[in-house]
């Protein structure tokens, strides 16, 4: 499964939320520029290559049909920039139609597709799911399909607003577990910084050598209901606090949940905060005309400078490399179009005001190596460990109660090509070096990549 990072795709998602085994590994590949995360997977048979938006904020797999709108219509190619790739459910064997036209789906950024639920083979390196339901779009707005991995109850066809009588149907995650890939509901994710060369999610495990320190565990905010008990339908975690090269601006009563969500390309948070950042930095905010926040490029050659988000005892410190870009891509602005500010070199901040929730999106989850446990409701997380080239994938079991009590490196690791696996057994001290090594014939690595052009002209 290929996952290609695209800066330049002209449908941007805002916010994607709606309204004994082994681990699945898949390696990530990243551009200098930043952006979406784009897999490559096998569906149908014979096997189709097909390409993917990996996002944690949605939780439906679709695809786009090859006789949909947007494929098949030049002058919404003009907009679009054309499609990524498409699947012809009349070439395959295994296809199935499962709900005819129940697919349905509209995200934060008014984008969406519709179409019908199926039931076909989906092979993700070398990785086998059978007919896994996904969606297959016969109309669209997005040049790509998506691969949400959150909550089942996070799926379009649970949304009373668009189906007569909703219903929710086994996630990938979950049929990667009914199907014995993984042992439980849990991944982790690591994009890696803008300049890497690569990165990864891990279904089922989790890589010591991609985080400094130690994991901190944090419970993920449901939604309570009546009887006490909670429902979970998005990875939404609070922060604490909120600064600015370990100046704080927030007070100590601050609470904010904000989601976890790598399908958005930038972080939101709440506007009154914003103002403080903007305030801090000397920036202009001209969200209102032309979408972008303008800080002087000379900040991000600060080495100290950092933005710092809090999580309770955790401190994720995002460098200011990694929040401020060149306007180029979603940032481009005709140079007539911009405001007057007080310096001469111009660049656009990473982070945004926005409505609640508010999401961290990749220019926050770069900087953090974050494990989404379905299972038990949990997210663990610390400071990436930018430019590893070593693993050690650590399976995640089903009898866990809680994420294991992991270590990470030491600072920042040097490069190198040394590679080890090994397995938990105790969730209190799962990365102790005494731990057995697991079937590496049951561990499967699946290649991830990236690109900055628009996808349309990256797949033909």
């Known amino acids: 499964m290929n996952i290609v990072k695209d800066r330049d795709q002209t449908s941007k998602f805002r916010r994607r939320g709606l309204l004994p085994r082994a681990s699945i590994t898949e390696t990530l590949a990243n551009n200098a520029t930043g952006g979406d995360y784009i897999a490559t997977a096998k569906v149908g048979t014979p096997a189709q290559t097909v390409t993917f938006l990996i996002d944690t904020g949605s939780s439906d797999?679709?695809?786009l049909a090859a006789s949909s709108d947007l494929c098949t219509t030049p002058s919404l190619q003009l907009q679009t920039?054309?499609?990524?790739?498409?699947?012809?459910e009349k070439k395959s064997t295994t296809y199935k139609l499962a709900v005819e036209g129940a697919f349905d789906i509209t995200y934060a950024d008014k984008s969406g597709?519709?179409?019908?639920?199926i039931n076909d083979t989906f092979s993700i390196g070398g990785a086998t799911i059978k007919a896994l339901e996904m969606g297959l779009a016969y109309t669209s707005t997005s040049s790509t399909g998506v691969m949400g991995i959150g909550y089942s109850l996070n799926e379009a066809s649970d949304d009373s607003r668009t189906q007569e009588v909703p219903f929710v149907y086994p996630s990938i995650i979950e049929t990667m577990v009914s199907q014995g890939l993984i042992n439980t509901k849990a991944y982790s994710l690591y994009l890696d910084d803008l300049e890497a060369s690569s990165g990864s999610i891990i279904f089922g495990g989790v890589d010591t050598q991609k985080f400094e320190g130690s994991l901190t565990q944090l419970p993920i905010v449901g939604l309570a209901l009546q009887n006490g008990s909670s429902v979970y339908s998005d990875f939404g975690v609070t922060m604490s606090a909120m600064g600015i090269t370990g100046k704080t601006l927030t007070n100590s009563t601050y609470a904010d949940v904000a989601i976890l969500d790598s399908g958005t390309a930038l972080t939101y948070l709440a506007p009154d905060l914003m103002a403080l950042i903007v305030t801090a930095l000397g920036g202009v905010d001209d969200t209102a005309q032309t979408q972008n926040i303008y800080v002087d490029c000379d900040l991000r050659n600060t080495a100290a400078m950092t933005f710092?988000?809090?999580?309770?005892?955790?401190?994720?410190?995002?460098?200011?490399?990694?929040?401020?870009?060149?306007?180029?891509?979603?940032?481009?602005?005709?140079?007539?179009?911009?405001?007057?500010?007080?310096?001469?070199?111009?660049?656009?901040?990473?982070?945004?005001g926005g409505e609640a929730p508010y999401i961290l999106g990749d220019t926050f989850l770069r900087s953090a190596y974050v494990v989404y446990d379905l299972n038990n409701n949990l997210i663990g997380i610390a400071q990436t460990n930018f430019g590893s080239t070593k693993t050690n994938v650590v399976e995640l079991q089903a009898s866990?109660?809680?994420?294991?009590?992991?270590?990470?490196?030491?600072?920042?690791s040097s490069p190198s090509t040394s590679t080890s696996t090994s397995t938990s057994t105790n969730t209190k001290n799962a990365g102790a070096p005494t731990i057995p090594g697991f079937d590496v014939r049951r561990l499967v690595v699946l290649g991830l990549w990236a690109g900055f052009a628009v996808l349309g002209g990256l797949f033909v």
């Open 61 to 63: 797999v679709w695809m």
């Open 81 to 88: 920039g054309g499609c990524s790739s498409t699947f012809d």
């Open 113 to 117: 597709a519709k179409g019908d639920y």
């Open 308 to 352: 710092d988000f809090a999580f309770g005892s955790a401190t994720i410190r995002v460098p200011a490399s990694e929040m401020i870009f060149d306007l180029k891509g979603i940032f481009a602005v005709p140079a007539s179009y911009l405001p007057t500010v007080p310096f001469k070199s111009v660049c656009a901040l990473g982070i945004q």
């Open 400 to 412: 866990a109660t809680s994420i294991p009590n992991l270590s990470g490196v030491t600072g920042s």
